[in-house]
């Protein structure tokens, strides 16, 4: 039941370019945030900071991959492939890039990100632990028809309670319309996890996806 509070400014120096900083209160600590974004005809990156306190709703721990599932937690942070089992509160200090290039007929994107976590109750084995990692795609118009998207992705994970894991993942995805609503996709991934546990899991998917 305790009170927040924020301020901060946005400076827009250029037509390109965007600075945000705010700092205040929250929970049982101080906030901080920062981000920097710049944008072109052909490029854009932004690199963002934050820290924050964190309280039992937001470190709640999901579940592992699971063989045979395609999409990342996209409540983990950043679709990280691996929920993290987290000791609440704590102060959550992240930083996160990005950098997205428009080419004709082709897009490449990287990300990469940096999650750190800091407990306010001190565990046995520490008050920290990190998640950290990067993913890159390759977007690419074979035709008006086809279009072939490439990703690769790597995630680490130090948990306080003395487990590491290393998590990589590939896909590829080649779609074609075969009308205004109406697309055709095969999918193919490629997932293995090397550390306190080891396995490895190869996905293929055909999908029919309508709109309407």
Known sequence: ????????????????????????????????????????????????????????????????????????????????????????????KQLDAGLDLTLPHTQLALHVYDLRRQYVNFTPLGNSDSTRGGEIIAKRELGWRDHLQLSAMVDTANEVSGYRYRDYRYQAEYTRDLAKTLQLSLVAVHFQRAGSSQYSSDIGELMLRKSF
């Not at 039992?56 to 937690?73: I, K, N, R, Y």
């Open 1 to 92: 039941d305790a009170g927040f509070w924020s301020a901060g400014f946005k400076w827009v120096p250029s037509t390109r370019t965007v600075f945000e900083a705010s700092a205040g209160h929250r929970f049982f600590g101080p906030a901080y945030s920062v981000l920097w974004t710049y944008q072109s005809r052909l490029l854009k990156y932004h690199v963002t900071y934050r820290e924050v306190a964190t309280d039992a709703s937001e470190s709640t721990a999901l579940t592992d991959f699971v063989p045979g599932q395609l999409q990342a937690d996209p409540r983990a942070y950043n679709d990280v492939l691996r929920s993290i089992d987290t000791y609440d509160p704590y102060v959550a």
